[in-house]
Each structure stands twice: as C-alpha cells, then as structure tokens.
C-alpha cells in the first residue's frame, strides 16, 4: 500500500518557470526522501529532509517538511526541459527502513 | 565508483515459470533493499537484506524470496510467477555500518510475464 499522496498528479510547464509538487503522508516519519525517474528506469535521488529538519536546499531544488502536517514540498526553481520525468517521495519511519513511496508526480516542461 | 547494477535488464517469463534477479550494491554499501513497481505506480517495498539475512519484508507472498551473499550483492527469487508479477523490478543499496542512509537505486530489471 502507498502511504504518500502526491499533489498534482500531473503537471506541466514552460521552461524558466517553477515547479511546485506536495507530498502527504499518513505515519511518523525518520526521514523523507525525493525521487526522479525518467522513463520507466531507476530512479536518481534527490534529496534526503530528516523530521527534525523543516528546510533543505540542493542546487535548484528546495524541499519543505512539516511534520505537524505530515507534508512535504519540492520546488524546482528555473525548470529545464531536462527536469522532465516522474517525482516520487518516500518515507523511512526508521533509519535504513523500508521506502514507501507515493504515486507520483509527472512534470512535463516545455522548451 | 560503479553505482548499483542489476541483470538482466529485461525478462520475458510465462506463468509458473521461476526467475532469478540479481543485484549489485554501490561500491561500499552493505543494505540490498527490493522494490516492484507496477506501471504508473510507485515502487512497493519487498524486502531488506542486512549481513546476509532478510531483516524486513514487505506484503508479499513467500513466492519473493532472496538471498545476499557475502560480497553484498542479492538476488530476488520468483516462484510459480504470475501475470501480475509483471513490473519494474528495482534493487536499492545502502550503508547501516556507514551511517549513510539514502538509499541508491540500480536501473531496475522488466519482467513481463506473459
């Protein structure tokens, strides 16, 4: 079963804008972990938030977690055709535990 | 520093058949986890290998089996396959003993079973 609900299931912009996608999720969490796939291959981490964290930066991408919410937020400032693919988030109610990942967002950005 | 790999890329089973899929950790790393992930879903937990033993598993049946050997590479093991055991099979690497606790995925395996 999936824990997260990502939001918006789909999304599509221009390039140069930015691309905001939420994550919800359900139990209490160690860490939370961003995911991109393209096509249908392995997915390529993004960034690890611990739940005692509330903000992390990683070149383009910015992500927010609110534990009181049990939410969570990747923006992607700039968007490049290249950001096109899938975004997973996933918890870890435990260190080096299991994954559970949501459905996903899918971001198609246009040249 | 080679990242995770895993073999082979695609499979093509029919039902009943047995599978072996196999997997590679990152260089370093020393927790092999599973993951099936069906088309357009996100990926599904199957287990977790840690010196050599499974120390989670996820909601599958005894069907999904597997192994680490003591390089720290895994196999995952399907019996009696199914139709809906068709899926993006994807193995993921991390480090207890490192402290390290983002978890690398490989390209994944395709098994379509027909």
């Known amino acids: 079963s999936q824990q997260g609900e990502e939001d918006p299931q789909a999304l599509s912009i221009q390039e140069g804008e930015n691309a905001t996608m939420n994550c919800s999720y359900k139990t209490s969490i160690n860490n939370l972990q961003w995911y991109r796939q393209n096509s249908g291959r392995g997915l390529v981490h993004l960034i690890l938030i611990r739940s005692n964290e509330r903000e992390k930066h990683s070149g383009r991408l910015r992500v927010t977690l609110d534990t009181s919410k049990k939410s969570s937020s990747l923006l992607i400032t700039a968007s490049r055709a290249a950001d096109t693919a899938s975004y997973f988030c996933?918890?870890?109610?435990?260190?080096?535990?299991?994954?559970?990942f949501g459905q996903g967002t899918i971001l198609t950005v246009h040249p | 520093d080679a990242g995770v790999t895993q073999s082979p890329t695609h499979l093509i089973k029919t039902r009943g058949q047995q599978v072996t899929l196999r997997c590679s950790p990152k260089s370093g790393h020393d927790t092999v986890s599973w993951y099936q992930q069906a088309l357009g879903q996100g990926p599904q937990f199957i287990f977790q290998y840690y010196e050599e033993e499974e120390r989670q598993r996820g909601n599958f049946p005894d069907r999904f089996s597997g192994h680490q050997f003591p390089n720290y590479s895994s196999e995952l093991n399907v019996n009696a396959l199914l139709l809906g055991d068709s899926a993006l099979y994807l193995c993921a690497s991390s480090s207890m003993r490192q402290g390290q606790e983002t978890q690398y995925f490989g390209p994944g395996t395709r098994l379509l079973v027909l």
């Open positions: 996933a918890t870890d109610a435990r260190s080096y535990g299991k994954l559970t």
